[in-house]
């Protein structure tokens, strides 16, 4: 993001940022001509890969999904939008359009239980890949997505944006590596959305024409098909991510980690349920907390789909409690009180609206996390030049999203799990370490170290 822009959108002038090109991002050193891929046209398969034709010049030359309806809406508005004016090459099999070999990058976007065997075939074809949050269901996924990363050499990213949000890389130097919070000692984050209402419920229906369910469902369990499952909603069931937890969750312990540092914890525990929206179709806790402990503090998660939201400014974020006060820390902003004293600073989201009015019009997008993509897919773009790893890089997410499911199989388990982070398991508990890899259906085969 070119700081003048950043100023003038945000409105803040202040010496520290004026002083540290590092709160806005690297950007690409070249006008290479990227080729393209995108794996799952859904929701935020275009809000990412738009915002990647915004910042690089790039030529969107394939897209896939098993649902036509998708595939061929995905395909229009690329073609829209992107500078050629080409429609993508059309696929419904991931596997034919990495076998062309004519893609520098591929942008995955399937449900949870589809990205490690994406990310996987992409690196291993010469693919750099920027792949949602969580990367995988289960641990060894995520080990296994590291390994191969690592072994041909690919620049992978994350979409843990946190780390690229304006606001909060402001925050993160004035605020905590100033050392103005001074030494923190708990922190909580939290997801509040939800709201009051009935558990979700709906019955099994007909496939829909077009869209191939069983190639959806792929390596987990084909379930009888609920229309939810076909979009957004699919996180309402356990078998195809990692419930709010893996879905809010995994954000907002990944932004705490990077804000302070933090590498694995050493204890994970949880408790919590289905308390309130029960008798649905949906089997995801809808109350839970979940305790990492750290040497020196816990950082608590809590989340609860069904009620009020205690702090309207702040829904989906985290409180960091410090010598010296509490930032309060969130997507729409920030807000720091120090102890003893009235006053507060506070520094608020980034909308780019007169330098990207196309947000205003397209559907589905998030605009107060539009700025964070585009900050993180400059990045992305960038470190594919120097052939450095990300910002959110894909060992800071596979640590993010392990710990997320040790949080699922703590509370699966009814009982607080250690972890032994060098040997990749948990400490002494034979039981929980058998639920580290789910099992594929056949004739999927899950990936291995």
Same mark, same amino acid.
């Given at each position: 993001?070119?700081?003048r822009?950043?100023?003038?959108?945000?409105?803040?002038?202040?010496a520290?940022?004026?002083?540290?090109?590092?709160?806005?991002?690297?950007? #690409?050193?070249?006008?290479?001509?990227?080729?393209?891929? !995108?794996i799952?046209?859904?929701?935020?398969?275009?809000?990412d890969?738009?915002?990647?034709?915004?910042?690089?010049?790039v030529d969107?030359?394939?897209?896939? +999904?098993?649902?036509?309806?998708?595939?061929?809406?995905?395909?229009?508005?690329?073609a829209?939008?992107?500078?050629?004016?080409?429609? #993508?090459?059309?696929?419904r099999?991931?596997?034919?359009m990495?076998?062309?070999?004519?893609?520098?990058?591929?942008?995955?976007?399937? #449900?949870?239980? %589809?990205?490690?065997?994406?990310?996987?075939?992409?690196?291993?074809?010469?693919?750099?890949?920027?792949?949602?949050?969580?990367?995988?269901?289960?641990?060894?996924?995520?080990?296994?997505?590291?390994?191969?990363?690592?072994?041909?050499?690919?620049?992978?990213?994350?979409?843990?944006?946190?780390?690229?949000?304006?606001?909060?890389?402001?925050?993160?130097?004035?605020?905590?590596?100033?050392?103005?919070?001074?030494?923190?000692?708990?922190v909580?984050?939290? =997801?509040?959305?939800?709201?009051?209402?009935?558990?979700?419920?709906?019955?099994?229906?007909?496939?829909?024409?077009?869209?191939?369910?069983?190639?959806?469902?792929?390596?987990?369990?084909?379930?009888?098909?609920?229309?939810?499952?076909? *979009?957004?909603?699919? *996180?309402?069931?356990?078998?195809?991510?990692?419930?709010?937890?893996?879905?809010?969750?995994?954000?907002?312990?990944?932004?705490?980690?990077?804000?302070?540092?933090?590498?694995?914890?050493?204890?994970?525990?949880?408790s919590?349920?289905?308390?309130?929206?029960?008798?649905g179709?949906?089997?995801?806790?809808?109350?839970?907390?979940?305790?990492f402990?750290?040497?020196?503090?816990?950082?608590v %998660?809590?989340?609860?789909?069904?009620?009020?939201?205690?702090?309207?400014?702040?829904? %989906?974020?985290?409180?960091?409690y410090?010598?010296?006060?509490?930032?309060?820390?969130?997507?729409?902003?920030?807000d720091?009180?120090?102890?003893?004293?009235?006053?507060?600073?506070?520094?608020?989201?980034?909308?780019?609206r007169?330098?990207?009015?196309?947000?205003?019009?397209?559907?589905?997008?998030?605009?107060?996390?539009?700025?964070?993509?585009?900050?993180?897919?400059?990045?992305?773009?960038?470190?594919?030049?120097?052939?450095?790893?990300?910002? =959110?890089?894909?060992?800071?997410?596979?640590?993010?999203?392990?710990?997320?499911?040790?949080?699922?199989?703590?509370?699966?388990?009814?009982?607080? !799990?250690? %972890?032994?982070?060098?040997?990749?398991?948990?400490?002494?508990? +034979?039981?929980a370490?058998?639920?580290?890899?789910?099992?594929?259906?056949? #004739?999927?085969?899950?990936?291995?170290?």
């Amino acid at each position: 993001m070119q700081r003048r822009n950043f100023l003038k959108y945000a409105g803040l002038g202040s010496a520290a940022l004026a002083a540290s090109p590092a709160v806005f991002g690297d950007e #690409p050193s070249s006008e290479k001509l990227y080729r393209v891929g !995108l794996i799952g046209a859904g929701w935020y398969g275009k809000v990412d890969l738009f915002r990647l034709i915004q910042v690089a010049n790039v030529d969107v030359v394939s897209v896939c +999904d098993v649902d036509q309806e998708a595939l061929d809406e995905a395909a229009r508005l690329i073609a829209a939008r992107q500078k050629s004016g080409k429609e #993508p090459k059309k696929y419904r099999d991931y596997r034919e359009m990495i076998a062309q070999k004519d893609l520098d990058i591929v942008l995955i976007a399937t #449900p949870d239980h %589809w990205h490690a065997l994406q990310t996987i075939a992409a690196v291993e074809a010469g693919i750099d890949v920027y792949v949602q949050k969580p990367i995988g269901v289960d641990v060894l996924e995520c080990q296994a997505m590291l390994a191969a990363a690592r072994k041909h050499k690919a620049v992978v990213q994350v979409g843990l944006q946190r780390r690229s949000t304006p606001h909060l890389m402001e925050a993160k130097e004035k605020i905590i590596d100033s050392g103005m919070l001074g030494k923190v000692g708990q922190v909580e984050i939290f =997801s509040y959305y939800g709201g009051p209402g009935p558990a979700f419920k709906q019955e099994p229906a007909e496939i829909p024409e077009g869209f191939d369910y069983d190639f959806w469902c792929g390596p987990a369990p084909k379930l009888p098909y609920y229309p939810f499952l076909r *979009r957004r909603s699919w *996180r309402q069931r356990m078998e195809y991510g990692n419930g709010t937890l893996g879905d809010m969750g995994v954000h907002m312990f990944d932004m705490a980690r990077w804000l302070l540092d933090l590498g694995y914890p050493r204890r994970i525990s949880s408790s919590g349920g289905q308390f309130i929206k029960t008798g649905g179709v949906s089997n995801c806790t809808d109350t839970q907390t979940v305790v990492f402990e750290y040497d020196d503090l816990n950082v608590v %998660w809590n989340h609860r789909t069904w009620s009020e939201l205690p702090d309207r400014r702040h829904p %989906w974020g985290g409180y960091f409690y410090g010598e010296n006060g509490v930032l309060k820390a969130s997507v729409f902003g920030y807000d720091f009180n120090q102890y003893y004293r009235n006053e507060k600073i506070s520094g608020e989201v980034l909308y780019e609206r007169e330098e990207y009015p196309e947000d205003e019009k397209e559907p589905g997008i998030e605009m107060h996390c539009a700025s964070a993509i585009r900050v993180h897919m400059r990045d992305f773009i960038a470190r594919i030049e120097d052939r450095g790893r990300p910002r =959110s890089d894909i060992e800071e997410g596979a640590i993010s999203t392990i710990c997320c499911v040790l949080g699922n199989i703590a509370q699966e388990l009814g009982r607080t !799990l250690e %972890w032994d982070a060098e040997a990749g398991k948990v400490k002494n508990d +034979d039981e929980a370490n058998a639920l580290l890899a789910r099992e594929y259906r056949a #004739p999927w085969t899950h990936p291995q170290v």
